[in-house]
C-alpha cells in the first residue's frame, strides 16, 4: 500500500529532474541527513501555495540515508518518526489557516460625500 509523507520544499537541497535530495527534518535525531528519492515520487500538494510537498513509499522501501560520505539504513518508521514531527506542524498550520479563513479585521466604511466647488489656483496655470 503506497504512503506519503508531508515535507516543506525548503528540505529539498537537490533536484536533478529525475531525483530528489531531500534534507531529513532538523528537528528529528536525523537532522543534518539526507535521501534521494524519484522526482515521479514528489509531488505539490494542492494546498500550501507550493511549498509544501509528499513523497510517496510503501513499506518495502529502502531509505538510505547519507552525511558527507557515510551512509546508513534507516527502517520506514523511524522515517516516517521523523518526518511525523514535520507533519504536525503542516497539520497545526493547516488548522491555523482554516480558523483564519472566515475572519476579517476590515471594516470598511463608506466615505462621506463632499460638496464643493473645485478650482485651479490661477498660479499653478500656464
Known sequence: MWKSIKFNKQNIEHDTGKAVLIKMPKNSKFGGWCFWRPAKLVKEMDKGKGYWLTFSYT???DFTIIKKKKKESISVSDLEKAFGIMNEEINHADK?????ENESYLHAKEPKKIDKEVGVDESLKR
Do not use: G, L, S
Not at 96 to 100: C, D, L, V
Open 59 to 61: 513499506d518495502d522501501f
Open 96 to 100: 491555523w489557516t482554516k480558523n483564519k
